[in-house]
């Protein structure tokens, strides 16, 4: 089993973080983003000083899904350093969730002070409309994985000098920001819990309806193992879920990848200029 460690004592996210700083040196981003299905998009709207393919990154696992480009973005957002990851890897996908996270380890490596995550998911919650942004406070993790222990035993707080967070894996400081900057912009952030699940398929009616009673919001293959490492790094995350399709357990129909990408794309008009607007006054 992958545990993600190199050769010698060298971490596999110390190897890819060296790797970026030789090529950009007294480059420190500040952000660290994961934009999913649909969103690619923001990347656009950094002035980028480089990009790499994922394959060109020592041990980054690459991302085989549509709407996921597989590039590291670095460059500036609202005159911010930040490092965004155009795409992630799943762990459905075959990758390890040591490989999944090592992308989340090497933003640490490189001193993020945020780590800013976006994903597609279905709606559980009638309230949701396809296409609306909710940010989440809580999730469930039914992935039946946990990237904690391997980040301590590899590359974990004590290896990067920073304490172990006890609060909130979702930072309840920058979602009331996110609340009070949306609401500034002409729309509102609803706050949901996102359950975690391996996939690759999407739900069927019965689990759409075991998860609503469990508590959970809306349902998504992503962002739990990414967010939990972030949290024991004591890095604090602030996570968007883009809702591309509203369950209805009691009437048969068919997600399609396309209908993510298209709602996805739709919500990211709200997203960007708030990602935008809470580093402009934030980070200055």
């Known amino acids: 089993m992958d545990k993600g460690c190199g050769q010698d004592g060298v971490t596999a996210d110390e190897l890819a973080a060296d790797w970026i700083r030789q090529r950009h040196a007294g480059f420190a981003p500040r952000i660290g983003i994961i934009l999913g ?38 460059g500036h957002l609202r005159s911010t350093a930040v490092v965004a990851m155009q795409g992630r890897a799943h762990l459905y996908e075959g ?19 945020l780590l800013i995550v ?10 949701f409309r396809s296409g609306q942004t909710v940010l989440i406070d ?10 904690v222990f391997h980040a301590e035993a590899c590359s974990g707080a004590a290896a990067l000098g920073v304490p172990h967070r006890t ?26 819990t996102y359950l975690g699940t391996l ?3 999407y739900e069927t009616r019965a689990e759409y309806r075991a998860f609503a009673k469990m508590g959970a919001d ?7 193992p990414e967010t939990m490492v972030a949290s024991q790094l004591g890095i604090p995350s602030l996570a968007f879920s883009i809702i591309t399709n509203v369950a209805k357990p009691d009437t048969p129909s068919k997600t399609e990848h396309a209908e993510v990408l298209e709602w996805s794309r739709t919500a990211q008009r709200q997203l960007v200029p708030l990602i935008e607007q809470l580093l402009q006054a934030y980070f200055h």
């Open 218 to 224: 809306m349902v998504g293959m992503s962002t739990v």
């Open 37 to 74: 299905s649909g969103l690619g998009a923001l990347a656009d709207h950094i002035d980028s000083i480089a990009s790499h393919p994922y394959r060109d990154i020592p041990g980054f696992p690459q991302s085989h899904v549509a709407g996921h480009a597989g590039r590291l973005v670095l």
């Open 167 to 192: 609060s909130s894996i979702y930072d309840p400081v920058w979602i009331e920001r996110a609340e009070k900057g949306a609401i500034e912009l002409g729309f509102s952030l609803p706050r949901g």
């Open 199 to 201: 996939g690759p398929n």
């Open 118 to 127: 976006s994903n597609a998911s279905g709606g559980i919650n009638p309230r």
């Open 138 to 147: 809580q999730h469930v993790n039914l992935m039946f994985r946990s990237p």
């Open 95 to 113: 990758w390890s969730v040591e490989q999944a996270t090592l992308p989340v380890r090497t933003m640490a490596r490189l001193g993020i002070e």
